[in-house]
Structure formats: C-alpha cells, structure tokens
Nanobody, 116 residues
Framework: QVRLVETGGGLVQPGGSLRLSCAASGSIFGINAMGWHRQVPGKQRELVAQITSGISRDYADSVKGRFTISRDDAENTVYLQMDSLKSEDTAVYYC??????????WGQGTQVTVSS
C-alpha cells in the first residue's frame, strides 16, 4: 500500500509560481510511473506531467515549457514546479503513482487557484 500526501497548493497571481510536493510512504517497490493530474468541476481529470520508468518525462501540451516535474528518490517525493501560471491552470491537483501491476494510488488533492 502506498500513501501519497500533496502539499504546496494555494492562491497565486497570474504569472506567478508554485511548487507542489507529493510525499510517498509505504512500499513503492514496483512503482513505474509518478505524476500529477488535475481536475476542474464538470471536467475529466487530466494528466499534467509524469515520470515513467524513472527516466521519461511527459507533459500536457498546455503546460510544456512552464511546468517541470522532478523526483527525489531519497525522500520518496515528487515535485511539480509551476511557473508562468495562468487562470486556466486553476484546478485541484492530484499526485498519482502507478504500479507495474496497473494499480494506481492517488493523493487527496491540493487546490491551486490562479487569480488576480
């Protein structure tokens, strides 16, 4: 079982930055994908960024060049650095770990609001 706890959300002005953190506890052996998704009311949850097989990084087109995903294996933590934030980035952001077996683990979510 893997427990994920996200921190770092909040209110920021357009053009500003936030850094989200996702700390994992429990057994992460066999986890082959770590990432961030986001969801706004009335819409499907969408992938924002992920690291697969420890190496490959993928980003949604809408965040390329503005968001950066990284990991700290010593701390079992995944980060999402978000720069040049726009109002359309407003959403609840969820951390997601996926096991080789296909089992997915989710955090509780953290609200990001971009508004002046």
């Amino acid at each position: 079982q893997v427990r994920l706890v996200e921190t770092g959300g909040g209110l920021v002005q357009p053009g500003g930055s936030l850094r989200l953190s996702c700390a994992a506890s429990g057994s992460i052996f066999g986890i082959n994908a770590m990432g961030w998704h986001r969801q706004v009311p009335g819409k499907q949850r969408e992938l924002v960024a992920q690291i697969t097989s420890g190496i490959s990084r993928d980003y949604a087109d809408s965040v390329k060049g503005r968001f950066t995903i990284s990991r700290d294996d010593a701390e079992n933590t995944v980060y999402l650095q978000m720069d040049s934030l726009k109002s359309e980035d407003t959403a609840v952001y969820y951390c997601n770990f996926r096991h080789l077996s296909g089992v997915a683990y989710w955090g509780q979510g953290t609200q990001v609001t971009v508004s002046s």
